[in-house]
């Protein structure tokens, strides 16, 4: 494993930074969703609270161990997301300059929590338990960003360059929080032109081509588009408070 105490760190940060990023491409849209809809100003008290992520990131071998859970504070405007990394590790296998790997316990504390930015650190015997924390807001519903309730579900719509809107879904679920994005995968872009027309478009932007896939559905289509599932669940938290 030899997890570098600097990649610990990073990876602390891209995770806080990313959470609520969907991990492939989108369909867009041509306008905010659902269309015919009011714009709402703040997420309702039913989907506030405390989330924790349902997938514990967990890696072990014989050189130490490593962990990271996830949490989302939903407020009414805005979403926090709280990062929360362990590693446990030998001093000989930290992924340091040797010249700090020789100091003395005391010395190499203080080193890994101000060089290293950690939270918290301390050893027993000769291992090194670290500990760090980063919160992030990751969501402010404020303009450009438009937010829109319907069928249960709270629909945040993002502009995109070079036109278009990425659509992310909040569905609160009993004691769970379901995160979803319509996805341009070509199995479901073939759903979607039973439903509605799909547009591809290709621009040029610093000299590479890009192409994208956009759609422009009635309230009807937009509704029957969450009644046959094409919305795909990336993330489910579980309500914890």
């Known amino acids: 494993m030899k997890?570098?105490?600097?990649?610990?760190?990073?990876?602390?940060?891209?995770?806080?930074?990313?959470?609520l990023e969907s991990s492939q491409t989108q369909t867009l849209f041509d306008q905010p969703q659902p269309a015919d809809?009011?714009?709402?100003?703040?997420?309702?008290?039913?989907?506030?609270?405390?989330?924790?992520?349902?997938?514990?990131h967990i890696s072990q071998d014989?050189?130490?161990?490593?962990?990271?859970?996830?949490?989302?504070?939903?407020?009414?405007?805005?979403?926090?997301?709280?990062?929360?990394?362990?590693?446990?590790?030998h001093r000989r296998d930290l992924d340091l300059p040797d010249s700090v790997k020789k100091l003395?316990?005391?010395?190499?504390?203080?080193?890994?929590?101000?060089?290293?930015?950690?939270?918290k650190a301390y050893f027993v015997a000769d291992t090194l338990f670290c500990f760090t924390q980063i919160s992030d807001t990751i969501l402010k519903?404020?303009?450009?960003?438009?937010?829109?309730?319907?069928?249960?579900?709270?629909?945040?719509?993002?502009?995109?360059?070079?036109?278009?809107?990425?659509?992310?879904?909040?569905?609160?679920k009993k004691n769970y929080l379901l995160v979803s994005y319509l996805y341009a995968e070509d199995s479901i872009t073939t759903d979607i032109e039973q439903i509605t027309p799909v547009k591809v478009t290709t621009y040029e932007q610093d000299s590479s081509s890009y192409t994208f896939t956009s759609i422009n559905p009635s309230r009807k289509e937009f509704k029957k588009l969450i009644k046959e599932d094409l919305f795909t669940t990336e993330k489910v938290y579980r309500k914890i408070r």
């Open 3 to 19: 997890t570098s105490l600097i990649a610990f760190v990073l990876l602390t940060i891209f995770s806080s930074c990313g959470e």
């Open 37 to 56: 809809v009011k714009n709402t100003t703040e997420l309702g008290k039913k989907i506030q609270g405390t989330y924790m992520n349902q997938k514990i």
């Open 62 to 89: 014989s050189s130490g161990f490593y962990s990271d859970t996830t949490f989302l504070q939903v407020y009414s405007n805005s979403i926090l997301s709280v990062s929360r990394f362990f590693l446990k590790q």
């Open 104 to 119: 003395n316990n005391t010395a190499l504390l203080s080193y890994v929590t101000k060089e290293e930015g950690l939270t």
């Open 141 to 172: 519903l404020s303009a450009p960003t438009i937010l829109r309730y319907y069928k249960g579900s709270y629909f945040i719509n993002t502009p995109v360059e070079p036109s278009g809107w990425e659509v992310m879904r909040l569905t609160p």
